[in-house]
């Protein structure tokens, strides 16, 4: 922790002309809004946590209150069965006023329930991203551009050598390769939150209709989503489907189970994983990955600088990846900027 905090201080003193809103404050484990004691996807338990998202290293259990976006509750009472008491449902463009602090929740685009936080106290607005991306995903409320006085920008793929190719494209690339092997079907490692479902509702809008067969950890999340008005078409367990009717077929199934015993009762899988990582060679031959699909809900490099231009903040304050790139692009385009070293918030490995 000593260490951590030290990070932040002198990211503090290397961002020339740059302060802290004073009001609002990053400490290592959360962003801390002092007037309201409100604390965002704190890595700790808090007495009121404002939550962006239910991946598991933003939304953590343990909270007193959390105030999070209806579907965010759902997926946290899903994993954690949450203290339901403490819930209090924050719908998109709405929120809560606690300490003089409004806070209002607005659409990330990133996974179901995902929401920027806006925060405005004494006239000035500072929103957190949270995780976000700008292209369309059948399956969430799209990214809307909230102006503010200072952005706190997520920054995963903060590097030029991260651009996603249309998805589109990577989901030809899937459907292409049933065809390839007909007698073979292709098994897809892909995160159980967002991704999995996205996977499939793109799938559905290129129109593929053939029954899906799952890993039983995605069927829960499936339901989830289908429940919050996510249409997925046809799914089938794979528990309960002889091994014949898949070949052919498309199966999606945890990153973690690629290469585990349970894929033995598939018809010899042609190995694939969506993920946005997968623009990096070494990381899909690290999974025997045979077919990458580069599909990704974080914001690209042409997302993250185009969404720092279209907000137009003050400050950015950047976080969560490879925040040095993107710090340096604003100075290079003249904004303000500085990182902010948050601990806890290593992305999820595949998400
Ligand atoms: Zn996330
Ligand atoms: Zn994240």
Excluded at 128 to 146: H, L, M, Q, S, Y
Excluded at 313 to 328: D, F, Y
Aim: charged share 25%; proline share 7%.
């Amino acid at each position: 922790m000593g260490r951590a905090r030290a990070k932040v201080n002198r990211a503090q003193q290397d961002s020339k002309g740059v302060t802290d809103s004073g009001w609002i404050i990053p400490h290592p484990d959360g962003i801390h809004i002092v007037p309201a004691d409100v604390w965002i996807d704190p890595s700790r338990p808090r007495a009121h946590a404002a939550v962006t998202h239910g991946h598991a290293d933003h939304a953590r259990s343990g909270h007193g209150t959390v105030y999070a976006t209806p579907a965010t509750l759902a997926i946290m009472a899903l994993r954690y069965g949450v203290e339901e008491a403490g819930a209090v449902p924050c719908d998109y463009g709405t929120g809560f006023v606690r300490g003089g602090v409004r806070f209002t929740f607005h659409p990330a685009g990133h996974v179901l329930g995902s929401a920027q936080i806006a925060m405005e106290y004494r006239g000035e607005r500072v929103v957190v991203t949270g995780d976000f991306k700008r292209r369309a995903d059948p399956t969430c409320a799209p990214f809307e551009v909230v102006p503010c006085d200072i952005f706190i920008t997520e920054a995963t793929f903060g590097l030029p050598v991260f651009r996603h190719p249309p998805t589109s494209a990577e989901i030809a690339k899937l459907i292409a390769a049933t065809r390839a092997e007909p007698g073979r079907c292709v098994l897809v490692g892909a995160y159980a939150l967002g991704k999995a479902q996205r996977v499939i509702a793109e799938l559905r809008a290129a129109g593929w209709h053939d029954p899906l067969y799952l890993h039983g950890a995605l069927e829960p999340m499936c339901r989830l989503y289908e429940a919050h008005g996510v249409p997925l078409g046809a799914l089938r367990s794979v528990a309960d489907t002889p091994k014949e009717e898949m070949a052919g077929a498309i199966v999606l199934c945890p990153p973690s189970a690629l290469t585990d015993r349970w894929s033995r009762r598939l018809p010899d899988p042609v190995t694939a994983m969506a993920s946005g990582w997968m623009r990096v060679r070494g990381r899909a031959r690290q999974r025997q990955v045979e077919l990458p699909l580069i599909i990704s809900d974080h914001a690209d490099w042409d997302e993250l600088t185009q969404t720092v231009a279209d907000v137009n903040a003050k400050e950015n304050w950047i976080t969560h990846g490879s925040e040095e790139g993107l710090v340096r692009w604003c100075e290079l385009h003249q904004r303000q900027a500085r990182a902010l070293h948050l601990v806890g918030r290593e992305v999820e490995e595949v998400e």
